[in-house]
């Protein structure tokens, strides 16, 4: 099938390749997903890799292809400088990198945003998301393996804090003596415990190295039926996230997640658990995001 | 070589046996060491394994077998109930197990010790290495997979907190963002820039999920040279451990630090450099507190 389109929004991660074609009002018209991240792409053939999933896109002109995410990383295909905070669309679309190509004529890379202070922090691709908000102020939070909490004023990214949190679970389940937790069925009454425990011992000061070994304790000793679970293991992390970027951030308006299903419906559950207000933002944030970089820099014409 | 006893002391933990023959005085006579943890040994042969390293300690005559440490949990040989703290050495002697063997004639299991308040925690063999140190007040310090931070009053265990330190370490290498950190020598300034960076980030509040992610974004961004070092990272996290444990336990006088090097050296350190005075316990804790507990037992006759 053959697609017109003014535009075509990468959204290539370390895990997952996501391309859309747009016109230029920014509807999406073609779409692929696939398990080609950069992590996957040996010898550093992107431009192959790309070509594939443009071909599915079935696009009948050359139109500019726009990348976002960790391909602009040191171990992607285009390394870009990061844009430091406060940083504006302007600023992204200004510091785009360029890599010409024969087979596809321009490609063009958005730069990832850092921040020294506060606290010294790094984005790759979120900072596109945020932008594919349409939002001007407020807090934004994009769960997952470094989730992210990303403060807006005045249409800039302000600042921004990332957790750890999804790579941690990961390792603790797989390597440490937490390994012993059943996998069981997802328990919304186990997590919500976690989240109290978690918020409530952020809250007093708690180190994590301690928290998490009272989750065996309290297991052993049978105190607590949900400490023995892995719902319970992610709602204590989520629960120390939540306390501590909000101790941050004080949002005073409902907190936008930004992400997938079911972790932003579990972060959404989380902060709800906890008194702060949240609303989900539309799908699709990377290639609204994208458009709107392409439309400043006045690639869509 | 034939050796004489008057009891045969066990410490059989996860990883590690090691066995002692000591006289009526409490001199070690003979001993072993073999990498037939608990996890080693396979459908509960623990009654053969023993057997062998008994043998290599060439005892002449039988005499009382006293074991301790996880040997004494589910996945170990007898399953003892924990001691509730305050726990002392007469509650420990009083509270062992017996198993009947017709090999060894009766082979007991010290307890290990629990606490519900004011947070939960379990021990199993730490009890016996305090117990070892005939120390009747101040803090002592056990570093390892699951640092244990005990506090003694008038003979007791008062109370005490496990640090999941050391196997958080392993599992953020293998596992998360973190493995990138190259794996160099030990570099003690690293350590104690990690030391330093670890106490100020646990006394602001700052979650571990967000200061390992720093970790990460200091050292991509150049800001700090140590932040792209293991040894930085086991600072990091020693030094949010001794934040926490000295803000629980407040320590007046120097902390005893037991376990084997060179992790005691880097805890000493580390306390060291947060102006936390330490000494380091004699050699052979374990052996020391299984005679002491068979002394009150009345087993050395």
Excluded at 130 to 159: A, F, Y
Excluded at 180 to 193: G, N
Excluded at 281 to 292: D, E, H, L, M, V
């Amino acid at each position: 099938m053959s697609q017109s389109g003014r535009i075509i929004a990468v959204d290539w991660g370390t895990s997952t390749l996501r391309t859309y074609l747009l016109d230029e009002s920014g509807t999406i018209n073609a779409e692929t997903t696939s398990k080609r991240g950069i992590l996957k792409v040996s010898d550093k053939r992107f431009e192959d890799v790309l070509a594939d999933e443009v071909a599915q896109l079935g696009v009948v002109a050359r139109c500019p292809i726009i990348c976002s995410g960790m391909i602009t990383s040191r171990q992607g295909w285009v390394e870009t400088p990061y844009v430091g905070c406060p940083a504006e669309i302007s600023d992204l679309a200004a510091q785009m990198m360029v890599r010409d190509t024969e087979r596809f004529g321009p490609i063009y890379f958005i730069p990832g945003v850092m921040q020294h202070s506060p606290e010294p922090d790094i984005m790759r691709g979120e900072e596109t998301q945020v932008v594919g908000l349409d939002q001007d102020d407020g807090l934004c939070l994009l769960p997952g393996t470094h989730s992210k909490w990303v403060n807006l004023e005045d249409g800039r990214i302000r600042g921004f804090t990332t957790y750890m949190t999804g790579d941690l679970y990961g390792a603790l389940i797989a390597e440490t003596i937490l390994r012993a937790l059943p996998d069981e069925h997802w328990s919304a009454d186990d997590f919500l415990a976690g989240i109290r425990r978690g918020h409530e011992e952020h809250r007093q000061g708690v180190s994590l190295l301690t928290s998490l070994f009272r989750t065996r304790a309290r297991s052993i000793l049978g105190l607590e039926r949900s400490a023995g679970s892995r719902s319970y293991l992610s709602g204590l992390l989520i629960g120390a996230e939540i306390g501590n970027a909000c101790s941050i951030y004080a949002p005073a308006r409902p907190v936008t997640v930004i992400g997938d299903e079911p972790l932003t419906t579990h972060y959404m559950e989380g902060l709800a658990e906890l008194g702060v207000a949240s609303r989900v933002a539309p799908a699709r944030s990377a290639p609204r995001g994208i458009f709107q970089i392409a439309l400043i820099k006045g690639l869509i014409l």
